[in-house]
């Protein structure tokens, strides 16, 4: 049942991109039912009888599945044409990425209640924070155009994407309610993961590359808001700051399951 819904929801993102822009409600109608029909299948993939999947597949195909919301919510307010020619592609593609590598089961019995939030709060700090991260891509090709990319012939493609979209300080803004929010969800699940690891996870805490990774990751988020804060850092020292954080979070979730899920076909449990 999963993997058709899968399928059916990257048909509707697809759809929403064919359809011309001026027919928004069409466009906003095929998004709204791709997402719900994607959130369905993530459900039916995530939640199982006294059991929870994971892998790296599920995480990146919830990554998108939030990205794809927030990004319907900002349209109503921004422009964000462009935005949909750029997401709407990768969104159905990892709507049918769980459905290939479809990741490991972890069984609910003997785990505290406390366990499934943890996983939950992780999934949103990820997702969140990869939302960052694909703005942070858009805001450094927008920022080249504007400052390298003046009086060069480039694609009319290009130009239109870049056009539609707000204008930087706008952009920067909704980077950092993204960073913010995604920050606190990550403080919450590394304190979870570090305070309460027996409790909540079942296993002693360690620190192997995983705990490493994670805590870096939030020390470069860290960094950055205290940095916008006492500072006011802008431009490419945000976006740089962005990056490396998620790219580092990105080898501590995603990177460590694929390994083990595609190369060395183990599992996680």
Same mark, same amino acid.
């Given at each position: 049942?999963?993997? *058709? ?41 995530? +939640? ?13 195909? /919830? ?10 919510? $900002?349209?109503?307010? +921004? ?27 972890? /069984? ?13 709060? /992780?999934?949103?700090? *990820? ?44 952009? $920067? ?31 002693? +805490? ?14 470069? +988020? ?6 916008? *804060? ?22 501590? *979730? ?6 083990? $899920? ?8």
């Amino acid at each position: 049942m999963q993997i *058709y819904l899968s399928f059916l929801a990257a048909a509707l993102y697809i759809l929403s991109i064919l359809l011309p822009g001026r027919l928004r409600l069409l466009v906003s109608t095929a998004t709204t039912l791709g997402w719900l029909v994607h959130g369905a299948a993530l459900w039916l993939t995530i +939640f199982s009888d006294h059991a929870l999947r994971v892998g790296f597949a599920v995480m990146l195909s /919830a990554a998108l599945w939030v990205s794809v919301f927030v990004c319907w919510l $900002e349209n109503r307010n +921004f422009s964000l044409e462009g935005l949909r020619f750029l997401l709407m592609p990768n969104a159905a593609l990892m709507a049918i990425l769980p459905g290939f590598f479809p990741g490991s089961l972890i /069984a609910l019995d003997g785990k505290t209640t406390m366990f499934p939030w943890h996983v939950i709060v /992780a999934m949103l700090a *990820y997702s969140t924070l990869t939302i960052a991260a694909f703005h942070a891509v858009v805001m450094t090709v927008q920022d080249k155009h504007l400052h390298k990319l003046r009086g060069i012939r480039q694609s009319q493609w290009l130009q239109a994407l870049i056009d539609r979209l707000p204008a930087l300080m706008t952009m $920067e803004k909704i980077l950092f309610r993204f960073i913010i929010f995604g920050f606190v969800l990550l403080t919450l699940t590394v304190l979870s993961g570090v305070i309460f690891s027996e409790q909540v996870l079942g296993v002693a +805490f360690k620190w192997d590359h995983k705990t490493l990774l994670s805590l870096l990751s939030w020390l470069l +988020f860290a960094i950055l808001l205290a940095g916008r *804060y006492w500072k006011g850092w802008r431009g490419k020292t945000v976006l740089s700051f962005t990056l490396s954080g998620f790219v580092t979070l990105l080898l501590a *979730y995603v990177g460590s399951r694929f390994v083990l $899920e595609v190369l060395l076909h183990r599992s996680l449990t």
